[in-house]
């Protein structure tokens, strides 16, 4: 079996004519298509061993397109995905490109246009065994840290707050803050969810034992708005 066979398409769309039609043009030039009515059901269904890329609609109720491409980061899953969407605007395709998005489609589309972009697509799926360059880039930029720099990073990306990190390591919230805007410089990282995937895509940390935090909630002073017992 080749390497495209393995591979998958994932067709993610609320309107079933157009999932429907979209699958057919797929396995009609022999790609493998599995399709979802909702985000939700594909984030069920995916894991990170799952191969090939995504075909993700905008607009879709309950979670849509960008919630879920936000989803899969933050699983560390980096499948190639494709958006397409009949109502994109500017803001919308920025914020895809800008979170790794590699194409954008309008509805209704070109069907060529749109197997050229899969098959594009597909040509930058890792193989399997393979290291994405990106993640190696990531660790490479954490083995830069000073030792002091690692120990402010890991219970930040866990959620903990400027002042429970000064605690823990029983420095004042001010040096917390200049080791934070260091750590944040270095690691290229321009806000606390992107800390966070980077740390998630090379392993140090386990999404599943984060705290559930947000820019807000690690402010000097806040405590995360929602908040697991430790």
């Not at 004519?17 to 995916?46: H, I, K, N, Y």
């Not at 980096?78 to 800008?98: C, E, L, Q, T, Y």
């Not at 890792?126 to 690692?150: I, Y």
């Not at 200049?178 to 140090?204: F, N």
Request: charged letters at 25%; glycine letters at 6%; a negative charge.
């Amino acid at each position: 079996m080749t390497s495209q066979q393995q591979q998958r398409v994932y067709v993610v769309d609320d309107d079933q004519g157009m999932l429907d039609s979209t699958v057919w043009l797929f396995e009609s030039v022999g790609l493998q298509a599995l399709p979802f009515t909702s985000g939700r059901a594909f984030l069920e269904a995916c894991d990170a061993s799952s191969r090939g890329c995504v075909l993700l609609d905008v607009r879709m109720p309950g979670m849509g397109g960008l919630n879920v491409q936000e989803a899969l980061r933050e699983r560390g899953i980096h499948m190639p995905i494709i958006f397409v969407s009949g109502h994109a605007d500017v803001p919308i395709v920025v914020r895809a490109f800008r979170a790794g998005a590699v194409d954008f489609i309008e509805k209704p589309y070109n069907e060529q246009l749109l197997l050229d972009s899969v098959q594009q697509a597909l040509s930058r799926e890792p193989q399997p065994g393979a290291v994405d360059p990106r993640v190696l880039e990531v660790q490479a930029r954490l083995d830069s840290l000073t030792p002091r720099e690692r120990d402010v990073l890991l219970p930040l990306v866990r959620g903990y707050t400027n002042r429970e990190v000064a605690e823990q390591l029983a420095v004042s919230v001010k040096t917390i803050d200049l080791y934070r805007s260091r750590v944040m410089k270095r690691m290229q990282a321009e806000t606390l969810a992107d800390l966070v995937g980077m740390a998630v895509a090379t392993g140090l940390v386990d999404a599943l034992q984060l705290r559930v935090a947000s820019d807000q909630g690690s402010s000097t002073d806040g405590a995360p708005a929602s908040r697991e017992p430790r």
